[in-house]
């Protein structure tokens, strides 16, 4: 009889640490695996932005990668490239906006950067600008004004502030010294889009 109700206790006891061991991977998958789907957005210029989405996790941060295709009201479409979201949720309302002959779409990319893909959808010209901190410190506008900035060292950040129009402000946090984290500095920098190349240009800088 005690030998029955041990190898029972011995099998209740196999059986919830399979459940637990199972239950470790599960969970372990889904918070630092992969998950791939495709998320249609509606367009308020019309038509509809399809993004194919690779989420990934791993024990430092979080990302989505994401392919987008817009498909006009006529039924074309066009492979716009790209995006990255790392280590923030992902809206999933990515608007495109229009200029004279550029369709725009702007997304992010490696290091909290802003990718502007500008499109000629009649020409089926492409192009695309990134923003960055790299790309704003060597920017001969932002030399000219000799603000004390590290470079590449974190906490920074670059985010879209207002668009109007061909105009792009974005608001770039920076820090100042490297011994504090916390002593931080801040612009507005207004770009400008080329109509003729479809690149974003730095206009003015801002406090």
């Not at 990319?109 to 893909?117: E, Q």
């Not at 603000?147 to 402000?169: F, Q, Y």
Request: hydrophobic share 35%.
């Amino acid at each position: 009889m005690k030998t029955r109700t041990i190898k029972k206790g011995c099998g209740i006891i196999a059986i919830i640490l399979i459940v637990i061991i199972i239950g470790f991977f599960w969970a372990f998958n889904e918070a630092f695996g992969e998950d791939k789907y495709s998320v249609t957005i509606e367009q308020n210029i019309g038509g509809k932005l399809i993004c194919d989405v690779t989420y990934s996790a791993d024990l430092q941060s979080w990302y989505y990668f994401i392919n987008y295709k817009y498909l006009t009201p006529k039924g074309k479409s066009y492979d716009f490239g790209n995006g990255m979201y790392q280590g923030i949720e992902w809206n999933e309302n990515d608007q495109l906006f229009k200029y004279k002959k550029w369709t725009i779409l702007i997304t992010g990319t490696d290091f909290d950067a802003i990718k502007i893909i500008s499109y000629d959808l009649t020409a089926n010209k492409k192009s695309e600008s990134i923003i960055e901190p790299h790309s704003i410190q060597k920017d001969s506008l932002w030399k000219s004004r000799n603000i004390e900035a590290v470079l590449m060292w974190s906490p920074s950040k670059v985010e879209i502030d207002t668009i109007i129009n061909n105009r792009i402000l974005v608001d770039y946090t920076f820090r100042i010294d490297r011994e504090n984290p916390d002593n931080l500095g801040s612009r507005l920098i207004e770009y400008e889009l080329d109509n003729l190349n479809g690149k974003v240009e730095m206009k003015s800088i801002s406090e």
